[in-house]
């Protein structure tokens, strides 16, 4: 598991991350969400969704990763996307994001 997938299981952990579509959606939209990660695998319309709502609402997103090691580093099934909450977790996750 790489650093990024190992501190989304941090934030996770810290309860610091929703996943899944909805989730998400509603983080973005009651501004919570500090950052935004889609899987590569997520259907077209999804990450346009969440490209478009994000731009929107300026909130940093990225398209990495597949949908099960999402879902690993979160604790669940597959997942298609997941948001950060929290300012440090976000900042530490582009910063490595970035430099990838």
């Keep these: 598991m790489n650093k990024i997938f190992s501190m989304m299981g941090l934030a996770t952990k810290a309860g610091k991350t929703v996943s899944g579509e909805f989730s998400v959606e509603k ?4 501004n ?5 990660v889609v899987s590569r695998e997520a259907s077209e319309n999804t990450k346009k969704l ?3 709502k ?3 609402y300026k909130i940093p ?3 990495y990763g597949t ?3 999402l879902g690993c580093c979160t604790g669940k ?3 298609a996307s997941v948001a950060i909450l929290e300012e ?4 530490s996750i582009i910063n490595m994001l970035d430099n990838k």
């Design 54 to 56: 994000c731009a929107y």
């Design 32 to 36: 919570k969400a500090k950052l935004v």
């Design 67 to 69: 949908k099960k090691e």
């Design 88 to 91: 440090g977790f976000s900042k």
């Design 50 to 52: 969440f490209l478009n």
């Design 61 to 63: 997103v990225y398209i």
């Design 77 to 79: 099934a597959e997942r």
């Design 27 to 30: 983080a973005i939209r009651e």
